[in-house]
């Protein structure tokens, strides 16, 4: 009966660590194109609002385009399909991708390692100590 306690407590694990409730994707969007922009580097979150994405595939994209004769190098922020950077590599002098909401403020783009991690080590430690 331990056993079957320990079965159970071990799905409900599983499924808080690794089903996500889906809500929309939020990034910012913006350009230094555009004349008072708030859009350089260093970003600062508090002058700018996140947008919600409407492609079922998006993600939050950083790009740098290179000053091309007299347009001066321009930055941008936005929702675009997870192929874009793709696509637009040779272009750019910097073009990066992210899924999380507000990913997209900085250069350090960095999945969530240590959570996968840490949920593996603690579903470790139950299935080792709780099932015997």
């Known amino acids: 009966m331990a056993s079957y306690h320990c079965y159970l407590l071990l799905v409900a694990f599983s499924l808080f660590v690794f089903i996500q409730i889906v809500t929309?994707?939020?990034c910012y969007v913006c350009t230094t194109k555009e004349i008072g922009s708030n859009c350089t580097d260093p970003f600062d979150t508090t002058m700018n609002t996140l947008d919600t994405c409407d492609l079922p595939t998006a993600v939050c994209l950083?790009?740098?385009l290179p000053a091309l004769g007299k347009l001066p190098e321009s930055l941008h922020r936005s929702c675009v399909d997870e192929t874009y950077c793709?696509?637009?590599?040779?272009?750019?002098k910097h073009c990066s991708v992210c899924k999380q909401?507000?990913?997209?403020s900085s250069f350090s783009i960095l999945p969530s390692f240590s959570t996968i991690v840490l949920s593996f080590g603690?579903?470790?430690?139950?299935?080792?100590?709780l099932t015997r």
Request: aromatic share 20%; with cysteine; proline share 4%.
């Open 24 to 26: 929309p994707l939020r």
């Open 62 to 64: 950083k790009q740098i």
């Open 86 to 92: 793709k696509a637009y590599e040779k272009q750019s």
């Open 101 to 104: 909401d507000g990913c997209n």
């Open 122 to 129: 603690v579903y470790y430690y139950i299935y080792n100590n």
